[in-house]
C-alpha cells in the first residue's frame, strides 16, 4: 500500500502495464525498456505511491510459482516436457503454473499476460507459431522448450533436429532406399525449418536425389494428407521421414487406405519417440529425443538464470538417437 491508499495495481493501471512491470522497475531491473521506466516513474511521483521495500521482499520470498506454457497439450511430446518439468520444479521448492495455448499467438499472449499479473518468477514455453521474441521477454525470465525463436537471445533448450533427421536418412540409405519423401510440419516455425534443411542437407551429401517435401499440419490427419499427395509423384518414394511421430501414425493409416502396408510397402521413420510409437503395429521407427528430460533441464537452467549469477550455456542441444523398429526395411524390389 502506497501513499493515501494508492497501490501497485493503481500505478500499473495508470501506466497500461501490468503490475509486474511495475514492481521490475521499482527494483531497477535492466529487463524493462527505458521509455516503460520513464512513463512508471512518471506514474509514481503523480500518484505520490511509496515503495514499501520490506513488504516487496516478503512477496519475492514467497513467490515460488513458475509458468510452463506448452503450444498443445495433445501432443504426447508436449505433455511429456510439462511432466518433467513439474518434477524438477517440485523438487526444488517452486510450484507448476500450466499453461496451453493451442498454437495461437493471440492466446500466448493472454496467458502470459496473466503471468505476469500474479507475478510469476520465471517461464519456460513453447512458443506458438509466428511468435516474436516481443511476445515472450519483458517481465519474467524465460526459456524456450522444444521450439526456439531465431536469433531471440533468450535461452532454449531443444533436441538436436539436424543430428536427428541425419540419424534417419542415414538408416534408410543403408538399407537401400534412394528416393525418400519428409511429411509434415509447418514452414513458419523454426523446428520444421531446422528438420527441413538437414533433410535436404543430407541428401545431396549422401549423392541421392533430392526429396519431395510435402507440408501438412503436424497431426495425424496431416500424416493422411501428405501420404497421399507423396505417393502421387512421378517418382513414388520408398521411405517417409516424418515431422513428428504423430504425423508418422497418419502416415499409417493413409497408406492402409491406399492398400499398402507400413514396413513393407514404404518404409516409415517418426521423431519423438513418444510411448505409442513402440505399441503400433509395426512398431514405429523414430528419432528418440526425451522429452522429460527436456523440460527437466529447461527448469534447471531457468532457475540458473533467475539467480543472477548464472554465466554458463544458455543455448542447450540435447541430444538423440534412432531407435529402429519394424516400420524401416530394405525397399521391395522393382515390379
Not at 59 to 67: C, F, I, L, P, T
Amino acid at each position: 500500500m502506497g501513499k493515501w491508499g494508492v497501490t501497485i495495481v493503481d500505478v500499473a493501471r495508470h501506466v497500461g502495464v501490468s503490475p509486474s512491470t511495475v514492481s521490475l522497475v521499482l527494483r531497477n531491473d535492466p529487463s524493462i525498456s527505458p521509455p516503460t521506466v520513464a512513463r512508471v516513474k512518471a506514474a509514481i511521483a503523480e500518484l505520490g505511491y511509496v515503495y514499501n521495500r520490506g513488504a516487496a521482499a516478503l512477496r519475492e520470498a514467497e513467490s515460488k510459482m513458475v509458468g510452463t506454457v506448452v503450444h498443445d497439450l495433445a501432443n504426447e511430446t508436449m505433455t511429456e516436457i510439462a511432466l518433467g518439468a513439474n518434477v524438477a520444479l517440485r523438487e526444488r521448492g517452486y510450484v507448476q503454473v500450466l499453461g496451453h495455448t493451442e498454437d495461437d499467438v493471440s492466446e500466448q499472449r493472454k496467458v502470459i499476460r496473466a503471468f505476469r499479473e500474479y507475478g510469476l518468477r520465471g517461464l519456460v514455453i513453447s512458443p506458438a507459431r509466428g511468435s516474436v521474441p516481443d511476445d515472450l521477454a519483458e517481465g519474467m525470465t524465460v526459456v524456450q522448450v522444444a521450439r526456439d525463436l531465431p536469433d531471440s537471445g533468450l535461452a532454449s533448450v531443444r533436441s538436436d533436429n539436424e543430428a536427428g533427421i541425419v540419424a534417419a536418412l542415414t538408416h534408410l540409405v543403408d538399407l537401400g532406399h534412394r528416393h525418400v519423401g519428409f511429411v509434415g510440419g509447418r514452414p513458419d516455425t523454426e523446428t520444421f525449418r531446422q528438420r527441413r534443411t538437414a533433410f535436404d542437407a543430407t541428401l545431396y551429401r549422401l549423392g541421392l536425389p533430392p526429396g519431395v517435401v510435402v507440408e501438412t499440419p503436424p497431426t495425424h490427419e496431416g500424416g493422411i494428407e501428405g501420404i497421399a499427395q507423396l505417393l502421387r509423384q512421378d517418382t513414388q518414394p520408398t521411405a517417409a521421414v516424418c515431422f513428428n511421430d504423430v504425423v508418422a501414425y497418419g502416415v499409417y493409416d493413409g497408406l492402409r487406405e491406399l492398400g499398402l502396408e507400413p514396413g513393407r510397402d514404404v518404409s516409415v521413420v517418426g521423431f519423438d519417440d513418444i510411448p505409442t510409437s513402440r505399441r503400433l503395429y509395426p512398431a514405429l521407427t523414430s528419432v528418440s529425443i526425451d522429452p522429460r528430460s527436456m523440460g527437466t533441464q529447461a527448469v534447471a537452467l531457468l532457475i540458473d538464470l533467475m539467480s543472477g549469477s548464472y554465466d554458463g550455456p544458455t543455448q542447450v542441444l540435447t541430444p538423440v538417437s534412432l531407435v529402429v523398429r519394424g516400420s524401416t526395411n530394405p525397399p521391395l524390389p522393382p515390379g
